[in-house]
């Protein structure tokens, strides 16, 4: 099974790099960082299983992930764009038959700088924990 966990967020903003963080705290998976969600990710998750897409999250809670639905874009694509756009772009253009999941991680500190507060380094710590729970469960049924 193919997996590919996504971080996005700015790293000099402090808890808003937290996904990358997450994708330090994995293994087993595929990874790729990114400032920001692009549509040119469409094609490249066409290729797995299972999609995480990683984000800091400024609403208060534990991490959290979300099945992504995937609906066409509502107004002109930009440079940036939503999970639910890029997995709909993905299925109708190019095949995309996977499961893809929005993991979404509570974090305060929006601040110039590098490093993650306290709070944000224990939600990553969480965050990396419920996704590789969540492929453990996965590979179980699978078997």
Not at 32 to 38: D, F, G, T
Not at 107 to 117: I, N, Q
Request: with cysteine; net charge negative.
């Amino acid at each position: 099974m193919r997996i590919l966990a996504i971080a996005s967020g700015n790293t000099l903003r402090r808890d808003d790099g937290v996904a990358h963080h997450v994708l330090d705290l994995l293994d087993g998976v595929e990874k790729r960082a990114a400032l920001q969600l692009s549509i040119e990710l469409a094609q490249e998750i066409a290729a797995f299983d299972t999609v995480f897409f990683l984000d800091a999250d400024v609403n208060e809670g534990a991490p959290r992930l979300v099945p992504v639905d995937a609906f066409p874009a509502r107004a002109a694509l930009t440079h940036r764009s939503q999970a639910a756009e890029i997995v709909y772009l993905a299925r109708s253009l190019y095949g995309f038959g996977g499961a893809a999941w929005l993991c979404r991680i509570p974090v305060r500190d929006f601040g110039y700088g590098e490093g993650l507060s306290p709070e944000a380094h224990q939600s990553a710590q969480q965050a990396a924990a419920l996704i590789l729970d969540e492929l453990a469960q996965t590979s179980a049924c699978e078997r």
